[in-house]
């Protein structure tokens, strides 16, 4: 087992609401991740589409797991939060949905703001298709991430 796959295990368990609406991490590495949400009745609009929330869910699981993996060495002291997200809704989504997310910034750079200001701001982007690889859903999460000796 990989330090990523360990950390997948992990966010499953410490993110109860994700797993609950049924949201499946794939894949993390190096500040990147792949999150898939299949439509059931729980997660459909009155359109027989792919809710919104349930859309925004995806995409912010996602988000947490690419930025947990750009920082996996150092998560267990540090304090992540969600500051502010933006999403645009491409199309009707249905079926199976996959979440691919990225970290927007340099590894280097952003470990270097946490060591010089003990927090880091920056975003996650992440794109949303269905199973013909057709994109339905944008979105950008913004992350605080900032030392525990920081966050009281």
């Known amino acids: 087992m990989t330090p990523f796959d360990a950390l997948k295990a992990q966010l499953s368990a410490i993110v109860p609401f994700a797993s609950y609406v049924g949201v499946t991490l794939d894949e993390i590495g190096d500040g ?3 999150a898939t949400l299949e439509q059931s009745h729980n997660t459909s609009n009155h359109i027989a589409t792919m809710h ?3 859309l925004f869910t995806l995409a912010e699981a996602a988000s947490g797991a690419a ?3 750009m920082f996996l060495e150092r998560l267990a002291m540090l304090r992540p939060v969600a500051a ?3 999403i645009a809704y491409v199309r009707p989504a249905k079926g199976k949905i996959t979440a691919h ?3 927007d910034g340099d590894r280097a750079a952003l470990f270097a703001a946490l060591d010089a ?3 880091v701001r920056f975003p996650v982007n992440i794109r949303m298709e ?3 690889a057709r994109e339905v859903a944008q979105m950008s999460v913004d992350w ?3 030392a525990l000796t920081q966050a009281a």
């Open 144 to 146: 605080h991430v900032s």
């Open 101 to 103: 997310a990225a970290v």
């Open 130 to 132: 269905d199973s013909s």
């Open 67 to 69: 930025m947990a993996g």
């Open 117 to 119: 200001e003990g927090k």
């Open 52 to 54: 919104a929330g349930a």
């Open 32 to 34: 990147r991740a792949t």
């Open 84 to 86: 502010s997200s933006t």
